[in-house]
């Protein structure tokens, strides 16, 4: 029961913050299940030697992992309906209101594909330098 409370745990945080290490993800998740203490949290996430599972422990992570299959299936529909929108017969009109969406969820630098709006942004502050 531990164990798989502990990949539950790990999985969600992994898939929550990508890009924090595990000191970061034990930090968010203080913040994620604040009936939990700290160092239960650790003890959980970790795995380690002696510690048990309570009822509603499980159920608190329970909760964490179906919201988050909750907002992803959100994200998924709203990926699906902006893709219609972008490659449907109205494309042109719809495309403003998109790039707006798209702006407002993708953080600054993150998954901006080559040659996107951010493309050479970096080179700018090397051109001006040397002048």
């Known amino acids: ?41 650790r003890s959980v996430y970790n795995a380690e030697q002696g510690v048990s599972l309570r009822a509603e422990e499980a159920e608190d992570i329970r909760a964490l992992t179906e919201e988050a299959k909750r907002e992803y299936r959100d994200l998924a529909e709203l990926a699906n309906s902006l893709h219609a929108l972008l490659y449907g017969p109205e494309a042109d009109f719809y495309r403003p209101q998109v790039d707006a969406i798209r702006a407002a969820l993708v953080p600054q630098g993150a998954g901006v594909p080559a040659g996107g709006s951010n493309a050479g942004a970096g080179d700018q502050g090397r051109e001006g330098g040397g002048q």
């Open 1 to 41: 029961m531990i164990a798989a409370a502990q990949t539950d745990l790990r999985m969600f945080a992994a898939t929550e913050w990508p890009n924090l290490n595990h000191k970061g993800r034990l930090r968010q998740l203080i913040m994620a299940l604040p009936s939990w203490t700290e160092r239960r949290i």
